[in-house]
Nanobody, 123 residues
């Protein structure tokens, strides 16, 4: 059974940092691209933030987080991380990871999502 489990969320002041983790079981993340997304409660859409490729670890970022967030993968721990720096109030959301793939240079969502971890940025 495939499971993705996010952790590391919490309450942080503006300008602070958090590192989110996405740990996989039943799935080898080195064989998959992985993406991080977030969703503001009450909104239908889930915003894509960052992704990392299966092959050479190439990373991609949304403009909203470029320069502040960093995605990385530890194949030995079967875990993907999202380091978030210079956090802003508008980063408040539930953060999810997804195991997917690239097609035509774009990340495509796979079937597996974690349960999400809440990030709240507030003073």
């Amino acid at each position: 059974q495939v499971q993705l489990v996010e952790s590391g969320g919490g309450l942080v002041q503006p300008g602070g940092s958090l590192r989110l983790s996405c740990a996989a079981s039943g799935l080898t993340l080195r064989n998959n691209a992985v993406g991080w997304f977030r969703q503001v409660p009450g909104r239908k859409e889930r915003e894509g933030l960052a992704s990392i490729s299966r092959t050479d670890g190439t990373t991609y970022y949304a403009d909203s987080v470029k320069g502040r967030f960093t995605i990385s993968k530890d194949n030995g721990k079967n875990t993907v991380y999202l380091q978030m720096n210079s956090l802003k109030s508008e980063d408040t959301a539930v953060y999810y990871c997804n195991s997917g793939y690239y097609s035509g240079g774009s990340y495509v969502n796979g079937n597996y999502w974690g349960q999400g971890t809440q990030v709240t940025v507030s003073s």
